[in-house]
């Protein structure tokens, strides 16, 4: 079984920078398109970031796009998540996931069939 593991939360004053890191514990997950989503107490698990399998295309919601970067590891078995200019809203769970069958992500969570515990983010204003 293919497990996610994710890493780099933590306590941010917000103008800071964060990079959160999703390592998979099966190579295969190097042909598997990625992403991010974070969720809030009492609120929907929400898209972040997407990237596709090749680590050529990715997508950001708008609410994050400019100030967060999707990326894959040369390794293609790691994605990175960095975040710049922090604000309070962004405090979160945040998960990495990854969809099996398919050459590229989506921003529904329900298309996504792997996905890691979460790393708490929290930015204080």
């Known amino acids: 079984q293919v497990q996610l593991v994710e890493s780099g939360g933590g306590m941010v004053q917000a103008g800071d920078s964060l990079r959160l890191s999703c390592a998979a514990s099966?190579?295969?997950?190097?042909?598997?398109?990625m992403a991010w989503f974070r969720q809030t107490q009492g609120k929907e698990r929400e898209f972040v970031a997407a990237i596709s399998w090749s680590g050529s295309n990715t997508y950001y919601a708008d609410s994050v796009k400019g100030r967060f970067t999707i990326s894959r590891g040369n390794a293609k078995n790691t994605v990175y998540l960095q975040m710049n200019s922090l604000k309070p809203e962004d405090t979160a769970v945040y998960y990495c996931?990854?969809?099996?069958?398919?050459?590229?992500?989506?921003?529904?969570?329900?298309?996504?069939?792997?996905w890691g515990q979460g790393t708490q983010v929290t930015v204080s204003s």
């Open positions: 099966e190579r295969t997950l190097s042909e598997m398109p």
């Open positions: 996931a990854a969809r099996r069958g398919r050459d590229y992500p989506t921003t529904d969570q329900k298309d996504y069939d792997y």
